[in-house]
């Protein structure tokens, strides 16, 4: 006699009811915001305008603008101006610009100490002449000596624009040392000449 054994019964592990909880939230919360979104069925429409008919004289009235009583404008004359009292004192504002640097150089040592490096900017500009063979052209250089004799702020223009030539050209002027400035830091102009 054979006997068949029933499948083994598998336990609920108790996790479909929060499943089927959740499904439903799902669900519910779909169709809740499907119904606030969804137009309702009749369109909201704005009231008819009421028009008065041409003959009643309301839409007469309303056409026709308001307008106020005139207004009488007058000329007054002219009231002159006072005197003024020769006797009252007169106050005078004296604009004076006063410059960052008002110290005075030595202009001719200042020449001798950049004559004397011209082979730094020399080499700047030759080093710059391996990448731009058509470089030519004048440098024109402001800069600040400070009380100290060091170089300050430069401001360069010309062919100085170039960016590595501009950078190793100010870095030999920055090197030099000049006379001390009598009154306080002294601005230089001055300008290169660059040819091969």
């Not at 440098?139 to 624009?161: E, H, K, T």
Request: charged fraction near 20%; include cysteine.
């Amino acid at each position: 006699m054979s006997t068949s054994i029933p499948p083994p019964v598998k336990k609920d592990s108790g996790n479909t009811k929060y499943i089927v909880l959740g499904l439903l939230f799902i669900v519910g919360g779909s169709f809740a915001a499907y119904m606030a979104v969804k137009p309702s069925g009749q369109p909201t429409q704005n009231p008819p305008r009421v028009v008065p008919p041409l003959d009643s004289g309301v839409a007469q009235q309303s056409l026709t603008p308001n307008v106020a009583a005139n207004i009488d404008l007058t000329e007054e004359p002219d009231v002159p101006t006072p005197v003024e009292d020769a006797t009252a004192p007169r106050v005078r504002y004296v604009v004076r610009y006063v410059d960052q640097c008002p110290g005075t150089i030595d202009a001719a040592r200042v020449d001798a100490i950049l004559g004397a490096s011209q082979s730094g900017f020399r080499e700047c500009y030759n080093r710059e002449l391996r990448t731009n063979a058509s470089l030519r052209g004048g440098a024109s250089v402001r800069f600040v000596i400070n009380p100290n004799g060091s170089v300050g702020d430069i401001q360069s223009g010309g062919i100085v624009r170039s960016g590595q030539f501009k950078a190793c050209f100010e870095t030999v002027l920055r090197r030099l040392r000049f006379p001390a400035p009598r009154g306080g830091c002294a601005v230089k102009e001055t300008r290169f000449n660059f040819s091969t």
